[in-house]
């Protein structure tokens, strides 16, 4: 409640400052997105800046505070003094008049803003979070990068200093908890806040901020750096008055709202007339990560760095984090530069929008953990439950990485297989997920998990093979033949005529003979044919594929309206005047299997356009929202014109969507705002890795796949 009213007057303030103060609009390119990704690194490092309207300043960096991706402020600001003058660079800190954003800018891994201060001097403000799908030592550190640049504007030299904070809203979301912190230096001159809960509640959430572990705010110790912790009136105070900070730490470690505790730097640039740049690291460090129900019972496991940096943990990991930036700013250059060639190749530049946007989403949903011997990722459900490793999740994910690193998608899957081969799972069909709450990966030993039994079988048997094509990993499927039988048993005998039951898009209601969940369960047979054929089973596989062939005939009595003007298949079984997008059509294309007649993907593709509303086509006729995934699952299998369609409405939608969350990958097709009641709880969910749908394809191809 003290947070809402906070950020009440926040967003009033931020109203004032741009109809009083200079009104120049920014540029945003290639979109203005519903959320601006700052630092989004893992499911706990997840600060955007609300932008959408609808509770978001329009994308402005300066007068509204950031928040962790479930709405509540993470206080991170920043102010300049130029010649004497103060201004407010991020976030919106009492007093000073805000600088002029001229423009913000995305990649796939960077958010950068340009800012005119006073007509003075200009600053560059680069938010970089990495993904490193090649380097698992890298991808495992919780951490992302501020990199401030400042240079003179006019000519002339000027007198600067540059400040930050953070809050310790950063260290929990319970704001009445605790906090306490420390401040230090490590031996090659990192200067760091240390902030974090004082009473550490081990794999405990409050409103999904992680109730443990270590926060640390950094930057390089030179000269005419200053540091300060205390009230953020105090702290924020001296630095407007003096241009620098105290070097004290203030010791009454308090509730994390009581006289809201700050942790500054201020640094003394001195008179700039060139350029000068000034890095900051954000991250947290917890040891312990995820518990986990594997072959041997619940163990806790541990965060993979842990494996890497062995004495002096943290301050070794801070040391190599801060001096990693060129090769990190190097790296994430070359994934920017592969995704955006690539994605322009697939979709052109408004597919470009859309994959750039959706990169840092999806693996921030992320977390690798285990040790040198054994590696494990985990995912996190984020915003729709919470649940651990749910497979029609990772299903909508799993083409980002099919295109960057399939082998990753084995790490997401191994804790699957290894639950439920250890027999701590009682049901014949795949699990949901392997736990309600992230990050307690405790399983389902009463089978009482969300029953979504058709899509699920179907998933695994799609992901396992997807993965071993891609790898040329045959073992993996030898490995875990019985399970994956058990799981094609299941779909012989109920993926043709499906029960009444929810499919993935749980939302949308339970209903009988689904044509397109009936769809995954027979592609699922057929991946089975081919995953017994790799392995030698070949009396499986003729058996299989002659089976998943009878029902795929039969599937198109069913399952279109052949007389419908014109004909497409159907949200049911015999529904004529029903349709929805047939998006596990998807997965016939992605394993090369090529069980459904090209006709049915023709059909499909010259209907679609007959429906479309202006920013997509209809998840099914039940409402007018739509699911941004499905949409690029169904762009990537869709004719020219059709894909067309899809990716320039899902672009439009990213560039004038009212919302203001991380990304929502549920929306109305017809306004491009909030569907209806009790949708609004879709943000920041690592499916939009499906947006990668068509790049997965092209993948495929080169490794030879389709030939
Ligand atoms: C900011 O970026 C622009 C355009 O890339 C560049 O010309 C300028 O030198 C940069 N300024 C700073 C302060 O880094
Ligand atoms: C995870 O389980 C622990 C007990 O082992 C519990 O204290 C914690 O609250 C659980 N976390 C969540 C997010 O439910
Ligand atoms: C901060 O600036 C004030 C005013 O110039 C000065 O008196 C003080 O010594 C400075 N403090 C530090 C820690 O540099
Ligand atoms: C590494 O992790 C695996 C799986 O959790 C565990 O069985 C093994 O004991 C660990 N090895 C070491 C050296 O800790
Ligand atoms: C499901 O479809 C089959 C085949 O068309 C039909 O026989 C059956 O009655 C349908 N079930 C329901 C509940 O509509
Ligand atoms: C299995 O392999 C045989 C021989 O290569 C091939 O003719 C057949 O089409 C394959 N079946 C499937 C389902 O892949
Ligand atoms: C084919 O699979 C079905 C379903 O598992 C099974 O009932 C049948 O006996 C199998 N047929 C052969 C020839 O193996
Ligand atoms: C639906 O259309 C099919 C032909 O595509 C027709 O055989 C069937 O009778 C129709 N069903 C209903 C309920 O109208
Ligand atoms: C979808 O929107 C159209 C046009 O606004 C409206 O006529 C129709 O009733 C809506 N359909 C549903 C299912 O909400």
Redo the contacts with the bound molecule.
């Keep these: 409640m003290k947070f809402l009213s906070r950020a009440l007057v926040v967003v009033c303030a931020t109203f004032f400052g741009s109809v009083v103060g200079d009104a120049a609009a920014s540029t945003f390119s290639p979109a203005r997105p519903p959320a601006i990704p700052l630092a989004v690194k893992s499911p706990y490092l997840s600060t955007w800046l609300y932008a959408g309207s609808d509770g978001g300043n329009g994308g402005y960096l300066a007068g509204q505070w950031s928040q962790f991706w479930a709405g509540q402020v993470a206080a991170w600001t920043g102010m300049i003094r130029v010649d004497g003058t103060t201004y407010t660079w991020m976030g919106a800190p009492t007093g000073p008049a805000l600088v002029t954003q001229k423009s913000f800018e995305y990649t796939s891994t960077k958010s950068v803003f340009t800012m005119d201060v006073g007509g003075l001097v200009e600053m560059n403000i680069t938010f970089l979070s990495t993904l490193t799908p090649d380097d698992q030592k890298r991808q495992s550190l919780i951490f992302s990068y501020l990199d401030v640049g400042v240079q003179s504007l006019d000519g002339n030299s000027h007198d600067v200093q540059l400040y930050t904070d953070i809050s310790a809203e950063w260290v929990s979301g319970d704001h009445s908890a605790v906090a306490q912190w420390d401040q230090g230096t490590t031996r090659d001159g990192i200067s760091y806040h240390k902030v974090y809960r004082q009473t550490q509640l081990l794999f405990s959430e409050t409103a999904d901020q992680a109730d443990w572990g270590y926060w640390y705010y950094a930057t390089k110790k030179v000269h005419g750096l200053s540091f300060q912790s205390g009230s953020d009136s105090t702290v924020r105070g001296n630095f407007q008055s003096n241009g620098n900070l105290t070097n004290t730490k203030d010791v009454d470690y308090r509730a994390i709202n009581a006289q809201y505790p700050v942790f500054g730097f201020a640094h003394d640039l001195g008179k700039i007339s060139g350029s000068v740049s000034t890095l900051y690291t954000i991250g947290l460090a917890q040891e312990q990560a995820i518990q986990f129900d594997g072959a041997s019972g619940v163990v806790p496991l541990t965060s993979l760095w842990t494996s890497q940096f062995s004495s002096e943990t943290d301050a070794m990991k801070l040391s190599f984090v801060y001096n990693d930036f060129n090769t990190a700013s190097k790296t994430a250059a070359a994934l920017d530069s592969k995704i955006s060639s690539e994605s322009i190749g697939a979709g052109g530049q408004d597919y470009l929008t859309i994959t750039s946007l959706a990169a840092r989403q999806a693996f921030g949903a992320l977390q690798l953990v285990g040790n040198s011997t054994k590696q494990y990722l985990f995912l996190k459900e984020i915003s729709s439950d919470g649940n651990v490793q749910t497979v029609d999740v990772i299903f909508p994910f799993h083409p980002i990485l099919l295109y960057l690193k399939p082998e990753l998608l084995k790490l997401l899957l191994d804790p699957l297989f290894e639950n439920q081969e250890s027999g701590q799972y009682p049901n014949t069909y795949s699990m949901h997920d392997l736990g309600g709450s992230y990050p307690n990966a405790t399983g389902h030993t009463d089978g009482n998990d969300e029953k979504q039994p058709l899509e699920e079988c179907g998933n695994m048997l799609i992901m396992t093979l997807a993965y071993s094509q891609r790898a040329q990993d045959k073992a993996y499927l030898t490995q875990h033949y019985n399970i994956l039988k058990q799981w094609t048993?299941y779909l012989?005998a109920e993926a043709l005529i499906p029960a009444d039951q929810i499919s993935t898009d749980d939302f949308a209601g339970s209903l009988s003979n689904q044509t397109n969940l009936a769809l995954k369960g027979i592609i699922g047979i057929e991946a089975m044919a081919v995953i017994a054929n790799l392995t030698g089973n070949t009396?499986d596989s003729s058996?299989?594929t002659s089976?998943a062939h009878d029902y795929i005939s039969k599937w198109q009595d069913y399952g279109i309206a052949h007389d419908a003007v014109p004909p497409h298949t159907t949200l049911g079984y015999g529904l004529n005047d029903t349709h929805g997008l047939l998006y596990n059509l998807y997965s016939d294309q992605e394993l090369g299997l090529k069980l459904v007649p090209q006709a049915v993907y023709d059909m499909q593709s010259a209907f679609y356009p007959t429906v479309a509303l202006p920013y997509g086509v209809p998840l099914d006729t039940r409402h007018n929202y739509t699911k941004s995934d499905w949409e690029m699952f169904t762009a990537a299998i869709a004719g020219d014109e059709t894909k067309e369609l899809l990716i320039k409405a899902l672009a439009a939608f990213i560039g004038a969507t009212t919302t203001s969350v991380p990304e929502t990958d549920l929306y109305s097709a017809a306004t491009g705002g909030w569907p209806g009641e009790g949708a609004g709880s879709f943000k920041a969910r690592p499916v939009i890795g499906g947006h990668f749908a068509l790049l997965a394809l092209e993948a495929q191809v080169e490794a030879g796949i389709h030939n």
Excluded: G
Aim: aromatic content about 16%; cysteine-free.
């Design positions: 048993q012989i009396a058996n299989y089976i």
